[in-house]
């Protein structure tokens, strides 16, 4: 089965700890995404990458960091720079940066 | 920076009635995409429309693209409560050199409602 597959479903993190959400997809797309989700505010872009060893800032970057070292791949590190961290994250992955956008189901991060 | 504006902001409806939600941008729309998203999910792709009158339908949802290219509306015949949900517009955001920059931007959302 393709598709995108986000882990875990929910994480918590301590004041002061970095954490580290996973999106992994096996469609073959070239391009990968994060937003954040508030409620209310709809999605936010946080960083993109269009293609393996590149990455993007999106609109809301700070607090955030990114890799993709592998095609498949691309997890974000909530850090303890981010103050406000609490909310629903979406990954998403398109063939290339022109084509529509397909989500995986979402990690929803809470502060302890 | 280029906003869409979805109405209602929510919606109840009887299972069986037909019902509209609205994309409205201020700017013209390059490419403009519907999502849904069951609370605490993520998105499912409905439909992308491109062209200024286009009209695509899938099963009883159908979205159209105005000729202007800045709403679109999306349609649902005979409700059901499996269309319950968040449904989300999304449209590529326009380059300062004209053009699409292929980065997306995500109205606010439309709440759906079916009551049996």
């Known amino acids: 089965d393709g598709g995108i597959t986000q882990s875990p479903k929910y994480l918590f993190r301590k004041e002061g700890q970095n954490v580290t959400l996973s999106c992994e997809q096996n469609l073959n797309h070239d391009a990968m995404y994060w937003y954040r989700q508030d409620p209310g505010q709809g999605l936010r872009l946080i960083y993109y990458s269009q293609i393996v060893n590149d990455f993007q800032k999106g609109d809301i970057a700070e607090g955030y960091s990114v890799s993709r070292e592998k095609k498949e791949s691309f997890p974000l590190t909530v850090t303890s720079a981010q103050k406000n961290p609490t909310a629903f994250y979406l990954c998403a992955s398109s063939i290339d940066i022109q084509e529509t956008q397909y989500f995986g189901p979402g990690t929803r991060l809470l502060v302890l | 920076s280029q906003e869409l504006e979805q109405s209602p902001q929510s919606l109840i409806v009887q299972e069986g009635k037909n019902l509209t939600i609205n994309c409205t941008s201020s700017?013209?729309?390059?490419?403009l995409y519907w999502y849904k998203q069951k609370y605490g999910e993520g998105l499912i792709f409905l439909m992308m429309l491109q062209k200024g009158g286009e009209e695509k339908s899938h099963e009883k949802i159908t979205a159209k693209l105005d000729e202007k290219k800045q709403q679109s509306s999306l349609h649902i015949t005979a409700s059901q409560p499996s269309h319950a949900g968040i449904y989300l517009c999304?449209?590529?955001?326009?380059?300062?050199?004209?053009?699409?920059?292929?980065?997306?931007?995500f109205g606010k959302g439309t709440l759906l409602t079916v009551n049996p």
């Open positions: 700017k013209t729309l390059y490419g």
């Open positions: 999304g449209a590529d955001r326009d380059s300062a050199g004209g053009g699409s920059n292929y980065k997306l931007t």
